[in-house]
T-cell receptor, first 116, second 115 residues
Framework: AQTVTQSQPEMSVQEAETVTLSCTYD???????LFWYKQPPSRQMILVIR??????QNATENRFSVNFQKAAKSFSLKISDSQLGDAAMYFC?????????????FGTGTRLQVTL | EAGVAQSPRYKIIEKRQSVAFWCNPI?????LYWYQQILGQGPKLLIQ????????DSQLPKDRFSAERLKGVDSTLKIQPAKLEDSAVYLC?????????????FGEGSRLTVL
């Protein structure tokens, strides 16, 4: 079974600075998808960024980018120019690209605080 | 576009009582998911529907949990009888299809407290 590990329960960053959230995963598959989801205090989770494992190029969405290291099974999220609205729980998630039913497996999350 | 709707937002019950949660997915989304999120943990999939058929319920405690999606639209998750360890937020999500790179859209969740 696939597992997703987020080793940083909490992180803090000053406004306008850059922060990196870590994620590692364990899988024997070669084709899969990786995601970062954001869950603000209102609890509605939204997708931040996604990465297809077959793509070598790291995904980027405005201030959010990932560092995908397939061999190391590492998928970190970098937030540049942090804003107060970035404060939330961030979940790393894995989804297999094989099989008839493929569930999204989440890590335990990292709580990001943004300070002035 | 309306998002995923869930109700109730909060529910407090005593152990051994029953509870039901309702979810209305985004219009046109064929796939619906129920997740359980225990405090301090990431969401765990309980059941996944494709239209009105079950695709994955391998982690659903079937002795006490049940779910249905009649007519392939809205869905109900029931717990009977509830245990203390069922205290959690129950998240409903939907996606257009089963495409594995596709985005899941989540509701705000239903927080259950079992006393």
């Amino acid at each position: 079974a696939q597992t997703v590990t987020q080793s940083q329960p909490e992180m803090s960053v000053q406004e306008a600075e850059t922060v990196t959230l870590s994620c590692t995963y364990d899988t024997s598959e070669s084709d899969y998808y990786l995601f970062w989801y954001k869950q603000p205090p209102s609890r509605q989770m939204i997708l931040v960024i996604r990465q297809e494992a077959y793509k070598q190029q790291n995904a980027t969405e405005n201030r959010f980018s990932v560092n995908f290291q397939k061999a190391a099974k590492s998928f970190s999220l970098k937030i540049s120019d942090s804003q107060l609205g970035d404060a939330a729980m961030y979940f790393c998630a894995y989804r297999s690209d094989t099989g008839t039913a493929s569930k999204l497996t989440f890590g335990t999350g990292t709580r990001l605080q943004v300070t002035l | 576009e309306a998002g995923v709707a869930q109700s109730p937002r909060y529910k407090i019950i005593e152990k051994r009582q029953s509870v039901a949660f309702w979810c209305n997915p985004i219009s046109g989304h064929a796939t619906l998911y129920w997740y359980q999120q225990i405090l301090g943990q990431g969401p765990k999939l309980l059941i996944q529907f494709q239209n009105n058929g079950v695709v994955d319920d391998s982690q659903l405690p079937k002795d006490r949990f049940s779910a249905e999606r009649l007519k392939g639209v809205d869905s109900t998750l029931k717990i009977q009888p509830a245990k203390l360890e069922d205290s959690a937020v129950y998240l409903c999500a939907s996606s257009i299809g089963q495409g594995r790179g596709g985005e899941l859209f989540f509701g705000e969740g239903s927080r259950l407290t079992v006393l």
